[in-house]
């Protein structure tokens, strides 16, 4: 920190959603970079819309947004490398919120997504991985990689754990034999 300018660390504003675990684990980062680097804050909640409505004040070319650092998740709707990167890491992505674009990525992505060889396209994606793993140049920080855990009785039938959230919505097939 002293290095960078901030021998004594700096305020900032957090920014979360009132979603899911995000005001618990924005809580969990504000202390550890408090502690760690003397970075300092109050942590913003605000209802869904709200806080996308927030970032989405960073979208406008040439503009800073109102919001400092956003304690915010991506779910995948299709469990696909191409998901991560429409979604997070290419400009225009769903929850790209301040358009930030770096040739590198735009590159792997356009290589890996027409690579018919599987252990190629993994290759491809495990140098991306790396490189955005760096943060050298990369606007996200994954925190976690969360699992979908599924409790049913054995008297339902039909069920079949989907793959993502967005999945499982539809019950048509799903019945209780007793």
Request: negative net charge; charged residues 25%.
């Amino acid at each position: 920190m002293t290095e960078a300018g901030y021998p004594e660390g700096f305020e900032v504003a957090y920014t979360v959603r009132q979603v899911g675990n995000y005001p618990e684990q924005c809580s969990v980062v504000k202390q550890q970079l408090e502690t760690s680097l003397g970075i300092t804050g109050n942590i913003e909640t605000l209802p869904s819309a709200a806080g996308y409505s927030k970032y989405g004040t960073s979208r406008p070319a040439d503009n800073d947004g109102d919001w400092e650092i956003s304690c915010q998740g991506e779910g995948m709707v299709v469990f696909d490398t191409d998901a991560v990167y429409g979604g997070v890491y290419l400009k225009g992505g769903t929850r790209n919120y301040t358009d930030w674009e770096n040739p590198l990525v735009n590159d792997w992505f356009e290589r890996q997504k027409v690579e018919l060889n599987a252990d190629a396209r993994r290759e491809i994606n495990k140098e991306a991985e790396l490189w955005m793993h760096d943060f050298s140049d990369n606007h996200w920080v994954t925190m976690q990689l969360g699992q979908l855990y599924w409790l049913v009785h054995e008297d339902i039938k039909g069920f079949n754990a989907p793959l993502t959230v967005q999945y499982g919505f539809k019950h048509e097939d799903i019945w209780l034999d007793r």
